[in-house]
């Protein structure tokens, strides 16, 4: 963990954001710790407090106007996966941002502009998008990739990714930890379409063809394929 | 191209539809010359198996000649005679790696749809449901072969197909099926269902050292089949009490291993097959264990269950005090073809093996209608139905 000793000071701020750590570190359901604060939030504690985020227990003002106007909770989702190779290579495939498309099906075009910030493009219902910028906000190398999207989201996302050598010979669990605060108005059914009706089955099925991709170099598809339907 | 469509139950229609193509690098587009009515397509024509939807391509025991192969496929080229695995392999998860090819992680699109259902995602099968892919099956002309630069068998030009086609499923179904029973020489295996995967489920169990081989069916000529190829003797469970039957071929010990080769549309006789049918009818259950239940009771104490016929979802009153008690060993899943299909090829090439005994009738693509109506309803003698597109 990069946690500091800096950032231990005694208060139950503290010990809350040590023990997400752990939490995220050691591979346990993350939501749990996750259920009273955003994923954001603790990300950007975990990161070191280096960059201007909501705190972990500091509320976004967006999430604020949506509770004061009774608009839904933000959205979060896990999901974990193993596939046969080793952790590095999944990592780097992961690390360029530029080749998440080829398995997300909702994400139009990801441009990376630098070490830090990425800038992605979704396509929403009736031929729209939705774009935002992102920062990575903390990387371990061939293990963790966290990033959430700066201030002016079209969706304020956050999330990680963890690679863990699996037990025996099977290869890496790839864990996926996700969270979008959707906006609100007209925008919003739009939107929660966008990430699914079941937003768990979307990032289910991404992170199978991820694995897919990894593992038999292609994802499986039956799209174009013959059949007597009218 | 001309395709086998399902339409609703006991109803399917010979249609024109598109040639399939290549969609991913590692598929291959094979020109099909024989493709079989398995007896688990009879649990789809009959409106049994979820996610079927209406004009699906069905059928998944096929071979054929390579008429087309994506870039990815290096080890198979334009006019190659092949027999392919009726189970969809990626051959690069863990799973297949492990020659368990039928536990696939990756060839099911559909996976999510699985996973809520049975927990866990299992490999594709050609024309098998959404629920396992979705993929178009193989009673057609043309079909796309995925991953076919594993596990798919090239095969001799001077060889009937007759000899090779059920390299496909039947054979590896019932070789795996006797392989599950650990067979020890000496050991009884009695065989439920005498359909073709019931015969080679006989035959290789002899291969691996069995003494004797009891068949248990309620057609005279599918027994007498099991009789004359297979050197099975024979219970005719609509004229006798097939458990007491087997005790008594048996020295009242049961026999030492059990294999299951019908699966969810089984038969009984009284009022348990009625309970069955009727909660089947109303979707209680969406499975008839009667064999199962059978198997459980008639069993040698310590004995093993090996389960080849196809179950979908639920089945209702289990025996499972019996199976508990008496230390019984279930063995049970789909078949991994890749894993048998070289070893069945060269038993057939050394004339060790002849399948083609099964075969009671070929019919042009056109008249599958028919071949599924006699097969379901067993006229006309019918055992195995091979159509010729
Ligand atoms: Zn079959
Ligand atoms: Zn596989």
């Keep these: 963990m990069t946690l500091t000793s800096g950032d231990k000071q005694g208060n139950s701020q503290a010990s809350e954001t040590e023990r997400w750590a752990s939490l995220i570190g050691g591979g346990a359901m993350v939501l749990l710790g996750l259920r009273q604060a955003s994923l954001r939030g603790v990300l950007t504690a975990l990161a070191g407090g280096g960059l201007i985020y909501q705190g972990a227990t500091k509320k976004s003002t967006i999430q604020q106007a949506q509770d004061a106007i009774g ?42 502009y630098d070490q830090k910030r990425s800038h ?38 956050s999330g990680f990714v963890r690679f863990q050598k699996a037990p025996g010979d099977r290869g890496t669990e790839v864990k996926v930890v996700l969270e979008y605060n959707l906006p609100g108005g007209g925008l919003t059914a739009a939107i929660a379409k966008l990430f699914g009706e079941e937003p768990e089955q979307q990032i289910g099925d991404e992170l199978r063809r991820f694995k897919m991709l990894m593992e038999a170099g292609e994802i499986a598809t039956t799209q174009g394929q013959p059949s007597g339907r009218r | 191209m001309k395709a086998v469509c399902w339409h609703s139950a006991n109803e399917v229609r010979v249609e024109s539809v598109p040639d399939p193509t290549i969609l991913n690098p590692r598929d291959a587009i094979i020109k099909i010359t024989s493709t079989a009515i398995c007896g688990s397509d009879l649990h789809i024509y009959g409106g049994y198996i979820p996610t079927v939807q209406q004009g699906d391509i069905i059928g998944h025991e096929f071979m054929g000649e390579v008429v087309e192969v994506g870039r990815g496929v290096d080890n198979l080229k334009i006019g190659d005679r092949v027999v392919v695995p009726s189970t969809i392999g990626c051959g690069k998860c863990n799973y297949c ?3 368990m090819w039928s536990l696939c992680d990756n060839s099911n699109p559909n996976s999510y749809l699985e996973e809520k259902l049975y927990g866990n995602v299992t490999s594709a099968i050609y024309g098998y449901s ?29 060889i009937p197909d007759e000899k090779l086609l059920f390299i496909s499923d039947a054979i590896p179904t019932g ?103 009727t909660k089947q009818k109303l979707r209680l259950e969406t499975d008839r264990p009667h064999v199962l239940r059978e198997m459980m009771v008639a069993c040698r104490k310590g004995g093993t269950l090996s389960i080849m016929g196809v179950y979908g979802g639920f089945v209702d009153k289990i025996p499972l005090g019996a199976a508990f008690n008496k230390g019984l060993t279930f063995r049970m899943g789909q078949m991994h073809g890749q894993k048998y299909m070289n070893l069945l090829l060269q038993l057939i090439l050394e004339g060790k093996l002849d399948p083609s005994f099964v075969v009671t009738h070929q019919l042009p693509l056109e008249q599958a209608p028919h071949g599924y109506q006699i097969f379901q309803q067993k006229q006309d003698n019918c055992v195995k139905v091979v159509l010729k597109p």
């Design chain 2, 175 to 277: 070789y795996m099926g006797a392989e599950m029973c650990d067979i020890q020489p000496g050991d009884t295996v009695a065989v439920w269902g005498c359909g073709a995967v019931g015969q080679f489920a006989m035959i290789s169990a002899y291969m691996m050292g069995a003494e004797k081989v009891i068949a248990i069916d309620r057609f005279p000529e599918r027994l007498e089949m099991a009789r004359k190829y297979a050197k099975a003797e024979v219970i005719n469970y609509e004229e006798v009490n097939a458990g007491e039957a087997l005790k008594e071929m048996t020295g009242g010990r049961g026999p030492d291993a059990c294999i299951d080769a019908v699966g969810l549309e089984a038969h009984g006789v009284g009022i348990e097959d009625f309970y069955d049918q």
């Design chain 1, 71 to 112: 608009i839904n909770k933000p959205i979060k989702v896990e999901k974990t996966v193993t596939i046969n190779k080793p952790a590095d290579e999944l990592y780097r495939y992961w690390h360029n941002f530029e080749n998440l498309p080829t398995f997300m099906k909702h994400l139009k075009s990801v441009k990376v």
């Design chain 2, 97 to 99: 790696q492990r020659d």
């Design chain 1, 120 to 157: 992605w493009i979704a396509n929403a219902p009736l031929g729209n998008n939705v774009e935002w910028d992102a920062d990575i906000l903390e990387d371990r190398e061939n293990e963790f990739i966290s990033w959430v999207s700066v201030e002016g989201a079209d969706v304020e996302n």
């Design chain 2, 130 to 158: 959404h629920l396992l892919g979705g993929y178009a099956g193989a009673q057609a002309e043309y079909i796309r072969v995925p991953f076919a630069d594993v596990g798919v068998v090239k095969v001799p030009a001077d």
